[in-house]
C-alpha cells in the first residue's frame, strides 16, 4: 500500500533562517506531489504542485520554493524564513497523470516563526 | 469552491442522530468533488469522492451527494459517533486538473453525548 511521510512534525525556527521540509512517497510510482500550507482555523491553500521530477508549478507568490529531486521525494525550502511563513505545512500525492483522483494527506509539520 | 474564511462554520449533533454538513462551491468547471475529514493535528483524511456524471454516492455511513443545478455538495454521516468528531472539508477540482484542489472553509462537526 501507499503511504507519504513528512518530517519534521515540528520544527521552531528563528526569522531569517533557511528552511526545508521534506515529504516522501512510498509505494508508488510517478504520483503528482502537492505542498499545501494550512493558517489556524482555515482551509488549505495551494503552495506548489508537481507532475514530475524537475517540474514545479507555483500557484502562489511567496517567500518558499519547492523542488522535486527524485520521483518520489518533494521539497519545501526558505532562504529567510518570515513571520507569516509560520503555519501548518501539508503534503500530499495522488495517483499521475491528468484524470481526477483524491489526493493523500501526510500529517504535517507545524511551523513556528519565532 | 468557498473563499477560505476566518472562522469555521460549527455542527453540534447529538450523538447517534445524522449529521448533514454542506458546502457550496462557485467554478462551473468543477468537475470531481471530495469531502476530506480533518482531525486535530493530523492531515486531511480522504473520506469520499464523486464525480460530476454522478448526483449521490454512498459509503460505509457516509453518503455524498452532488446538486450540479445549485453548485451544492453535501456530506451525510449515518449514526454519529464521538469519533466522527472532526473537521470536514470539501474540496473540487476542474476537469482533467491535476494542480491541486481548491478547499471549501471547512465545517466542525462537534458530538454531544
Known amino acids: 500500500s501507499q503511504t507519504i511521510h513528512q518530517w519534521p512534525a515540528t520544527l521552531v525556527q528563528p526569522v531569517g533562517s533557511p528552511l526545508s521540509l521534506e515529504c516522501t512517497v512510498e509505494?508508488?510510482?510517478?504520483?503528482?506531489l502537492y505542498w499545501y500550507r494550512q493558517a489556524a482555523g482555515r482551509g488549505l491553500q495551494l503552495l506548489f504542485y508537481s507532475v514530475g521530477i524537475g517540474q514545479i508549478s507555483s500557484e502562489v507568490p511567496q517567500n518558499l520554493s519547492a523542488s522535486r529531486p527524485q520521483d518520489r521525494q518533494f521539497i519545501l525550502s526558505s532562504k529567510k524564513l518570515l513571520l507569516s511563513d509560520s503555519g501548518f505545512y501539508l503534503c500530499a500525492w495522488s495517483v499521475g497523470g491528468p484524470s481526477n483522483q483524491p489526493q493523500h494527506f501526510g500529517d504535517g509539520t507545524r511551523l513556528s516563526i519565532l | 469552491g468557498e473563499s477560505v474564511g476566518l472562522h469555521l462554520p460549527t455542527l453540534s449533533v447529538q450523538e447517534g442522530d445524522n449529521s448533514i454538513i454542506n458546502c457550496a462551491y462557485s467554478n462551473s468547471a468543477s468537475d470531481y468533488f471530495i469531502w476530506y475529514k480533518q482531525e486535530s493535528g493530523k492531515g486531511p483524511q480522504f473520506i469520499i469522492d464523486i464525480r460530476s456524471n454522478m448526483d449521490k454516492r454512498q459509503g460505509q455511513r457516509v453518503t455524498v451527494l452532488l446538486n450540479k443545478t445549485v453548485k451544492h455538495l453535501s456530506l451525510q454521516i449515518a449514526a454519529t459517533q464521538p469519533g466522527d468528531s472532526a473537521v470536514y472539508f470539501c474540496?473540487?477540482?476542474?476537469?482533467?486538473?491535476?494542480?491541486?484542489?481548491?478547499f471549501g472553509k471547512g465545517t466542525h462537526l462537534i458530538i454531544q453525548p
Open positions: 509505494g508508488t510510482s510517478n504520483p503528482n
Open positions: 474540496a473540487e477540482e476542474a476537469r482533467g486538473g491535476a494542480d491541486g484542489l481548491t
